[in-house]
């Protein structure tokens, strides 16, 4: 006997797959924004900061040797930004510290803004101007660009760039020429897919 049976196959399918290179790091950086728009960025830099290396192993001088060619660098370049990569965030909130601790008006004005922003999101606020009360979201703009002038008078432009090449260099040399064959062998031998013996 044969029934008619009626199967549903509306729906879709999302076929994934998995990138490698630069485009894996694309992928993980827009993931990562997700998970900060979504509120989990406290436990999301906790996670990344309980993986951090002993500091000993990461400024240990004898690992630390000229690449002898450039696929060996590119190798050596990606392994050593997956393995401190916690490490490598610890550098950058030192160097950004630094530079609030040396500049106390951007102190100021970042704490100002914050509290602002506090202000701003802890109930109901009405501001008016003239005879036009503002929204919520025109309130944001008005307090948005407000801290981004006061941040520019005290001159967080400088200190930004500062940071990020200071941060870029410091990683860039390390990651460069920290030997990646003096780290302990990984359990898993696909968590760096791109690195293969030349």
Not at 102 to 110: A, C, D, E, K
Request: charged content about 15%; aromatic content about 12%; hydrophobic content about 45%.
């Amino acid at each position: 006997m044969s029934e008619n049976v009626k199967i549903d196959l509306s729906g879709e399918i999302n076929a994934t797959t998995e990138k490698k290179g630069f485009q894996k790091y694309v992928n993980d950086a827009e993931l990562l924004l997700q998970h900060v728009r979504s509120g989990a960025a406290p436990a999301l830099l906790m996670g990344v900061l309980s993986s951090r290396r002993s500091w000993t192993q990461f400024v240990a001088t004898d690992n630390f040797k000229v690449p002898v060619s450039i696929p060996r660098l590119s190798r050596r370049f990606y392994r050593n930004i997956e393995y401190f990569q916690a490490n490598y965030l610890i550098v950058f909130l030192g160097l950004f510290a630094y530079c609030l601790i040396t500049s106390p008006l951007l102190l100021i004005t970042m704490v100002a803004s914050f509290f602002g922003y506090r202000k701003l999101t802890s109930g109901p606020n009405t501001w008016k101007i003239g005879g036009w009360e503002l929204t919520k979201p025109q309130q944001y703009v008005i307090a948005a660009a407000g801290s981004m002038a006061l941040c520019w008078l005290a001159g967080a432009g400088a200190v930004l760039f500062w940071v990020l090449g200071a941060t870029v260099t410091v990683v860039a040399l390390h990651a460069s020429f920290f030997d990646a064959e003096a780290l302990p062998n990984l359990e898993d031998p696909e968590q760096f897919p791109m690195i293969e013996q030349v």
